[in-house]
T-cell receptor, first 112, second 113 residues
Framework: RKEVEQDPGPFNVPEGATVAFNCTYSNSASQSFFWYRQDCRKEPKLLMSVYSSGNEDGRFTAQLNRASQYISLLIRDSKLSDSATYLCVVNLNSNSGYALNFGKGTSLLVTP | ETGVTQSPTHLIKTRGQQVTLRCSSQSGHNTVSWYQQALGQGPQFIFQYYREEENGRGNFPPRFSGLQFPNYSSELNVNALELDDSALYLC????????????FGPGTRLTVT
């Protein structure tokens, strides 16, 4: 079983729509959580850290449910520029240092 | 921009050869992590360096090795290249610690023929 699982999509949504991505992780000892976005053939860029109480950054809202080992990202009022792959990322401090464990990503296409 | 730089941008090598990739970390960061991203996959952790020592390693064979220098820049070396080593190699710069945010460089795209 993969440590971080995401629906690969693609999610095709019109401009202005609200879209939600979900992610589950397998290791209950995981301690830090992030969402990254990655444009085609580019490096991942940190979108936001995810805190236990949930957090919001403009149109983006992230939620964490430790009991269910579940992370979500909500994008409101989608823009064309939001089209990208969204990577769910979990950080587990282990004998692998502070390694980031990535999901395979969820592809989003926002259409006019 | 993150301030993390990598060189070269692209590289083509032949199976069996050796390659060295370079990374300069962001100012104020003391930790460098290396990841391999195959097409259609998420990045996979190779190893992490802190204070010039390996601080953790993923599930990669010993022919993947690294260095970190006193200025926190880093190298990734891969010996005896295999076709499956073709991928985007990413380095990420951070401070050390749980919850520390990692910032990626633009990557080196390696093709092994």
């Amino acid at each position: 079983r993969k440590e971080v699982e995401q629906d690969p999509g693609p999610f095709n949504v019109p401009e202005g729509a609200t879209v939600a991505f979900n992610c589950t992780y397998s290791n209950s000892a995981s301690q830090s959580f992030f969402w990254y976005r990655q444009d085609c053939r580019k490096e991942p860029k940190l979108l936001m850290s995810v805190y236990s109480s949930g957090n919001e950054d403009g149109r983006f809202t992230a939620q964490l449910n430790r009991a269910s080992q579940y992370i979500s990202l909500l994008i409101r009022d989608s823009k064309l520029s939001d089209s990208a792959t969204y990577l769910c990322v979990v950080n587990l401090n282990s004998n692998s240092g502070y390694a980031l464990n990535f999901g395979k990503g969820t592809s989003l296409l926002v259409t006019p | 921009e993150t301030g993390v730089t990598q060189s070269p941008t692209h590289l083509i090598k032949t199976r069996g050869q050796q390659v060295t990739l370079r990374c300069s970390s962001q100012s104020g960061h003391n930790t460098v992590s290396w990841y391999q991203q195959a097409l259609g996959q998420g990045p996979q952790f190779i190893f992490q360096y802190y204070r010039e020592e390996e601080n953790g390693r993923g599930n990669f064979p010993p022919r993947f090795s690294g260095l970190q220098f006193p200025n926190y820049s880093s190298e990734l070396n891969v010996n005896a290249l295999e076709l499956d080593d073709s991928a985007l190699y990413l380095c990420a710069s951070s401070r050390l610690g749980q919850g520390a945010e990692q910032y990626f460089g633009p990557g080196t795209r390696l093709t092994v023929t």
